[in-house]
Nanobody, 115 residues
Framework: QVQLVESGGGLVQPGGSLRLSCAAS????????MGWYRQAPGKQRELVAT???????TYGDSVKGRFTISGDNAKNTVYLQMNSLKPEDTAVYYC?????????WGQGTQVTVSS
């Protein structure tokens, strides 16, 4: 089993910033990639950003240029720096890890962008 612990969500005004963190632990032999997805009410879960163990990154179109994903392989941790936040970024953000055993998900952390 793999456990993911997320932190850093909250309420922020439009134009503000937040930083999410996700730490993986448990039966981790190798991490192929970690990433963030989000789901807003009434919408499907969508890709925010992913990073491979080699440092290759992928971003969803709606966050390119505003969000930055980074990772610390030694700590099995991934970070998501979110800048210039917009009300449409409001969602539950889920951490994902891809390991030899399969994909695992965190419990989610709420991000609300509102004045």
């Amino acid at each position: 089993q793999v456990q993911l612990v997320e932190s850093g969500g909250g309420l922020v005004q439009p134009g503000g910033s937040l930083r999410l963190s996700c730490a993986a632990s448990g039966s981790i032999f190798r991490i192929y990639a970690m990433g963030w997805y989000r789901q807003a009410p009434g919408k499907q879960r969508e890709l925010v950003a992913t990073i491979t163990n080699a440092g290759s990154t992928t971003y969803g179109d709606s966050v390119k240029g505003r969000f930055t994903i980074s990772g610390d392989n030694a700590k099995n941790t991934v970070y998501l720096q979110m800048n210039s936040l917009k009300p449409e970024d409001t969602a539950v953000y889920y951490c994902n890890v891809h390991v030899p055993l399969g994909d695992y998900w965190g419990q989610g952390t709420q991000v609300t962008v509102s004045s």
